[in-house]
């Protein structure tokens, strides 16, 4: 019984991998299609392709270039389910990704069909067999391809999309990932085909321990995972960034402490995990805006790409450690020890435990409240501090068309009625 039910099981997976086979193998007519739309893109009409007869347009199309695959670096060090997290979310993307929306031709068309097209065009067995007219249509298809750049920026966009995707999954506490990609290699989907290969790199997590008030601590490398030519590459700021009146310059590595993941997690609410990791990953790699506090005291602002430019969702507080600076912890947007909360606490005489009695200590406080129905918050953070930005931030659990959540509304609404009343009888706020 034990053999049989290991033969069914090899059996069906045999089955469902001549399935995969069958889904991807390249259709010549598909291809064909797709060409001529995109000439109509590219110059306006598909005449160009009615220059060439029916064995070369058979020609051109002899070999397929498929949509790319991802591989993970030998070892264990890559989950599969990672391999194949990345390999379903670059597909989604190039099919969902525009080149031509009028024509339908997405940027997976142009890796493929486009690709297959300028490297045929480009091959020499093939040019020998043209006309003059061919090959003067050859040239300006080519001339065309590389003046606009199309397959170039259809492949940036992926690799862009890749490193995006491998960031979001890395983590500074675990490993970091990256990718490096090979040549096109010959592959058999039922017609001869040459698909690019991903392969995704890991390196683990580089850890220090420090003493901060009296207590040894332990805090992980901020890096970036191997892009190609570039190698894994580990963050660092210089003190002249923080101390810009400093005498003597030098380069600090900058690591992060697990509980200010932890506090990322709770009071930036609204980020999705991989996204969360993004956020890291940006805010201390790349942007790294060193602001002060009400109390003199430094932050590096936690931040976020929008429609403006970035902006403000959190601050992280550090300390410096011989070389290596360390984030010790994420700060809300609104509490007293940051620009935005004492400007609300002083507008409104708001305390920090009133400030976490209503929620405003995470995130998820401006989806939640209407803000516009309480004229004393609309009034210092849209109209004075502009936060109304923070509600366009991506979120995890739900979107603008879900609205707000009544009840906690009408609890904001309640407080500041009664804080209202008691300040209008001299009494004072009270929870």
């Known amino acids: 019984m ?27 007519d598909e291809y064909m299609a797709t060409a001529k739309r995109l000439l109509i893109s590219l110059e306006g009409s598909a005449a160009a392709f009615d220059v060439f007869t029916k064995k070369q347009k058979q020609d051109i199309f002899r070999l397929f ?12 060090d890559v989950p599969r389910h990672f391999v194949r997290y990345i390999q379903d ?12 929306r009028d024509m339908g031709l997405t940027l997976m068309d142009v890796i493929t069909v486009g690709t297959t097209m ?38 940036n966009n992926l690799m862009q999309f890749s490193k995006i995707i491998l960031v979001m999954l890395s983590q500074p506490n675990f490993r970091v990932y990256g990718f490096s990609s090979t040549d096109y290699d010959l592959v058999s989907l039922g017609r001869r085909s040459m698909r690019l290969n991903i392969v995704v790199t890991s390196h683990p997590c580089q850890s220090v321990r420090f003493s901060y008030h009296n207590r040894e601590r332990i805090s992980f490398r901020i890096a ?45 609410d609204t ?14 790699f790349y942007f790294q805006h060193v602001t002060h506090g009400p109390d003199g005291s430094q932050f590096i602002e936690c931040m976020t790409p929008t429609e403006r430019g970035e902006k403000c969702m959190g601050y992280f507080t550090f300390t410096i450690d011989g070389d290596n600076l360390h984030i010790l912890t994420i700060l809300p947007i609104l509490c007293r020890s940051t620009p935005q909360g004492r400007v609300l606490s002083d507008r409104l005489g708001l305390s920090d435990s009133d400030m976490i009695y209503l929620g405003m ?13 309480i004229p004393q918050l609309k009034r210092v953070l ?47 706020a009270l929870i």
């Open 382 to 428: 849209f109209d004075e501090l502009h936060l109304e930005y923070i509600r366009g931030i991506y979120n995890f659990y739900r979107s603008d068309a879900d609205g707000f959540d009544e009840k906690k509304t009408l609890f904001v609404e309640s407080f500041f009625r009664k804080m209202e009343e008691h300040s209008a009888a001299g009494v004072g």
């Open 361 to 373: 200590d995470k995130l998820s406080f401006f989806y939640n409240v209407d803000i516009g129905r």
């Open 118 to 155: 300028s490297m045929i065009f480009n091959e020499k067995r093939f040019r020998a067999c043209l006309s003059p007219l061919q090959m003067e249509t050859v040239d300006r298809i080519n001339g065309i391809f590389e003046e606009r750049k199309v397959i170039f920026d259809a492949f």
């Open 271 to 284: 980020i999705d995990p991989f996204v969360r990791n993004e956020y890291f990953f940006f805010s201390l």
């Open 224 to 268: 970036a995972g191997q892009f190609l030519t570039t190698p894994y590459t580990a963050a660092t700021i210089r003190m002249s960034a923080i101390y810009p009146n400093i005498e003597s310059d030098r380069v600090l590595n900058i690591y992060i402490q697990p509980h200010a993941i932890h506090r990322f997690k709770e009071r930036i």
């Open 65 to 76: 270039v498929v949509p790319p695959h991802c591989t993970a670096e030998p070892g264990r």
């Open 89 to 100: 979310s670059l597909l989604r993307h190039l099919n969902t990704e525009y080149f031509d």
């Open 2 to 28: 034990a053999k049989n039910r290991k033969r069914k099981k090899a059996a069906e997976t045999l089955r469902k991998k001549s399935a995969n086979e069958k889904r991807l193998k390249p259709d010549a």
